[in-house]
């Protein structure tokens, strides 16, 4: 699952051209990725950096076989995503009060009754909708998140409906050792297909926590192209784990993909002078 042109985007100090943006959606897509987060219809007080969503959604060249999607705070969102045409939204909800409230302006129980709302509008309008499950391995303001309150949350979003809950590592604290002690409690509750990992890699664990997390029949992880990311109401959070060096570990592992690593490496490439700095991925650093 890339979400280069979302999670990468929405933390990048620098004004992006919408083309740019389009641009960058397209070649992902031409090098073999199958789902894609194109933007996000959140208020564009909070995100500038994705005000032009619905632009982006309006120039891309959308592949028959490809999924775009878009996540949406609440029904406002959802609306707009649904008047640019969107078919694949995602819903985010936080595991620590704290974050909530500084990411959403809502507790985590205003949050879930909120996206229960809009997954249920979402489907009844035949859209796909997939979960984000926020500082589930750790909160910035908070620290540690009980597991308890991980599970219960990650079961709430799947009784909503949703295909797959992205347990996400908001601020890259996550380490194996942590991704094992968390994956048999959830796998208690929900299926191995119902979940995707979403790492962040602040303190470079990232790969190490998807190579764990194999070994428990996960089989989705959320990358950025270039290692692109962050988010902004997470202080000192970094980017996504760079979809090159996923891929690089996956076809090393003998992994199918079906994304050629090279053109993302390219992809990633032509964003970097939008965005003004060295990419983050270790790969095309290296190439
Ligand atoms: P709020 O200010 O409390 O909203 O924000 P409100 O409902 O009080 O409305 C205030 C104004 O915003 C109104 O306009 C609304 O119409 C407008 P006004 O009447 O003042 O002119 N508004 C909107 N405009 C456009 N689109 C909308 C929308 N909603 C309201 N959808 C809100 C509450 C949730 C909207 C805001 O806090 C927000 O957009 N937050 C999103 C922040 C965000 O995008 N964070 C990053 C994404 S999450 C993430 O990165 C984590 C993830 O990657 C997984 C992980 O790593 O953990 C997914
Ligand atoms: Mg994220």
């Not at 500038?48 to 996540?71: H, K, N």
């Not at 191995?192 to 990232?206: E, I, M, N, S, W």
Request: proline share 5%; with cysteine; glycine share 8%.
């Amino acid at each position: 699952m890339e979400v280069g042109p979302r999670d990468g985007l929405q933390n990048e100090a620098a004004r992006i051209s919408t083309d740019a943006k389009i641009a960058f959606v397209d070649r992902l897509s031409a090098a073999g990725l199958r789902h894609i987060e194109v933007s996000a219809f959140v208020s564009p007080k909070w995100i500038p950096q994705l005000d032009d969503a619905g632009e982006v959604f309006a120039g891309i060249t959308r592949r028959p076989d490809v999924r775009y999607s878009a996540l949406v705070p609440n029904m406002k969102g959802l609306e707009r995503a649904q008047a640019a045409g969107v078919t694949d939204v995602a819903i985010f909800v936080a595991a620590s009060e704290t974050f909530s409230q500084r990411n959403t302006n809502r507790t985590i129980d205003a949050s879930v009754q909120t996206s229960r709302e809009v997954a249920l509008a979402a489907l009844a309008a035949g859209l796909r909708v997939r979960g984000y499950l926020s500082t589930a391995f750790g909160c910035p303001f908070e620290g540690p998140v009980p597991v308890e309150r991980v599970v219960t949350l990650t079961r709430q979003l799947v009784d909503m409906g949703v295909f797959a809950v992205a347990v996400s590592d908001t601020i890259g604290v996550a380490h194996p050792g942590q991704v094992r002690a968390l994956l048999p409690e959830l796998l208690a509750a929900v299926s191995p297909t119902d979940l995707a990992l979403h790492f962040h890699d602040t303190r470079g664990t990232a790969l190490a926590n998807v190579l764990a997390a194999l070994d428990f029949g996960i089989t989705t992880f959320d990358a950025s192209a270039g290692g692109l990311g962050g988010c902004p109401y997470a202080p000192r959070a970094t980017g996504n784990l760079a979809t090159e060096d996923l891929l690089y570990m996956l076809h090393g592992l003998d992994i199918e993909t079906g994304v050629d690593i090279n053109a993302v490496s390219d992809a990633a490439l032509a964003m970097a002078p939008h965005v003004g700095h060295p990419l983050a991925s270790r790969y095309t650093q290296t190439r």
